[in-house]
């Protein structure tokens, strides 16, 4: 049997998408946003190239997710701007919600399938929701779509039935049949251990690669995000504190970011102290 065709990079409309190296497609300057009165994002920016892989890191309750949401406007920033290739995103604007939207996809933790419905039915509902495009040609994208994430022996099969690598497959799937220029991932090893941990970011890269979308990961993964990513940024007390490639944050300096870099090795130096016999209350004080 033949391979399907890879999609070709058009948007939804059928236009030939942009995606010219070096291009920022993403910017986000000086966003804010808070609960309670307490700051949760601080002054936040960055800016993604189109085409690469870009993760932000930071440990849990560093407010990664809740900057996710903010660019999927599910929470509204309290101040700041976000340009989406070079205009600026006024998600007060119908129109401007639909485009961004249109042209942009988010697998949320979890995956948030809908175990009522299909595999197939799942990866068509973007589809009825953000185009006009008929039953036939819906059904033929999420089709091709599953075959393309090697799943397409599933179109009929509930999402209980499949293991949670296929039901992984299957979110990205849903996110990619629209042809998004630019795919954001929230915490998508979430409660997987190592090895699940490996296979979906080495999913995330094999596609990325595929499709050639723009993909903005939040995790606190350090070492797979680093092997897949062209840039990160580390997000610590609001605000991002560093950002550069794998490669500047591997050697850097900065405390914030040898603190969480190097946890796991510190730790196994302790255990390795303690079998020993070592004392590391010393240390604990200091």
């Not at 929230?186 to 595929?210: C, S």
Request: net charge negative; charged share 25%.
């Amino acid at each position: 049997m033949s391979a399907p065709a890879i999609f070709p990079p058009t948007g939804v409309d059928g236009r030939p998408a942009n995606r010219t190296p070096g291009k920022v497609l993403l910017r986000v300057e000086e966003l804010w946003k808070g609960f309670g009165g307490r700051d949760v994002l601080r002054s936040v920016a960055f800016t993604v190239q189109q085409g690469s892989i870009f993760t932000v890191l930071g440990p849990s309750g560093a407010g990664k997710s809740v900057l996710l949401k903010c660019l999927a406007n599910v929470e509204q920033p309290d101040s700041g701007r976000i340009f989406f290739d070079g205009a600026l995103l006024d998600f007060n604007q119908r129109s401007a919600r639909e485009s961004f939207h249109r042209r942009c996809s988010f697998l949320f933790q979890g995956n948030a399938l809908f175990d009522s419905l299909t595999a197939e039915q799942n990866v068509s509902l973007p589809l009825e929701q953000t185009t006009s495009l008929g039953r036939s040609e819906i059904r033929r994208r999420a089709v091709e779509a599953l075959e393309q994430l090697e799943l397409g022996e599933c179109g009929e099969q509930f999402p209980a039935t499949l293991s949670g690598g296929m039901q992984k497959r299957l979110a990205l799937a849903r996110a990619i049949v629209t042809r998004p220029e630019m795919v954001f991932f929230d915490e998508p090893t979430a409660g997987l251990d190592p090895l699940r941990r490996n296979a979906v970011f080495a999913m995330i890269a094999k596609y990325q690669l595929m499709f050639g979308f723009t993909a903005l990961i939040v995790t606190h993964d350090v070492v797979e995000a680093l092997a897949v990513s062209n840039e990160v940024a580390l997000l610590h007390g609001g605000g991002i504190c560093f950002g550069g490639t794998p490669a500047d944050f591997a050697v850097s300096t900065h405390p914030v970011v040898r603190s969480f870099r190097d946890s796991p090795e510190e730790l196994r130096s302790m255990l390795v102290g303690l079998r020993r016999g070592e004392d590391i209350r010393k240390e604990e004080d200091e």
